[in-house]
């Protein structure tokens, strides 16, 4: 069983900054997973907003490329994001997402992200 603690988040105003963090209490095969972020928007599907994968390699889609940047503590089983220049689409509950190279892909419990225009 694998519990992602998550915190941060919060209302900013547009173009502020937000730090989430996503540590890994138990169960814990954090060094040797793929982690990240995923969002969801009201009225949306869940989206990838930013990866990073065992051996650092990253990944984030157009819409936050540059202003988002996902990094990982492995010593912590701690992943973070970094959130620069938010917009008021960036409002969604934002989620860590842990995925072991082999068994389910885990997920953390949701934060609410606010950007106010």
């Known amino acids: 069983q694998v519990q992602l603690v998550q915190s941060g988040g919060g209302l900013v105003q547009a173009g502020g900054s937000l730090r989430l963090s996503c540590t890994a209490i138990?169960?814990?095969?954090?060094?040797?997973?793929?982690v990240g972020w995923y969002r969801q928007g009201p009225g949306k599907e869940r989206e990838s907003v930013a990866q990073?994968?065992?051996?650092?390699?990253?990944d984030y889609p157009a819409s936050v490329e540059g202003r988002f940047t996902v990094s990982r503590d492995n010593a912590k089983s701690t992943v973070y994001l970094q959130m620069d220049s938010l917009k008021p689409e960036d409002t969604a509950i934002y989620y860590c997402?842990?995925?072991?190279?082999?068994?389910?892909?885990?997920w953390g419990q949701g934060t609410q992200v606010t950007v106010s225009s």
């Open positions: 997402s842990m995925l072991p190279q082999f068994g389910r892909r885990w």
């Open positions: 990073i994968t065992i051996g650092g390699r990253t």
């Open positions: 138990s169960g814990n095969r954090f060094s040797s997973s793929d």
